[in-house]
């Protein structure tokens, strides 16, 4: 196994990570931030109001793009195997 074949596996599973990893932390991001707003402009500093919108919204992401982050783990896992072979070989 020579150093592009590594290389390109590090960065195919870097970007998968960061695909599937995306919908949820964008929905984290987004809701903390409109929390985040609501209170500087309302002044009310309560722990669980960031918290429970923002569990709430991420259990949403995740019952929402559930499907496809699996599909492209399979799919992911799947390139791997396939390529098994000639990493062996080489």
């Not at 918290?51 to 799947?78: D, R, Y």
């Amino acid at each position: 196994m020579d150093t592009n074949a590594v290389l390109d596996i590090g960065l195919a599973g870097l970007l998968t990570a960061a695909t599937v990893a995306a919908p949820v932390l964008l929905t984290s991001l987004l809701v903390g931030f409109a929390i985040s707003l609501f209170q500087s402009m309302t002044q009310i500093q309560e722990v669980t109001l960031t918290f429970v919108p923002k569990a709430l919204a991420v259990g949403v992401a995740l019952l929402v793009s559930g499907h496809w982050m699996i599909t492209e783990l399979i799919e992911f896992t799947h390139l791997l195997f396939d390529r098994l072979p000639s990493l062996l070989s080489s």
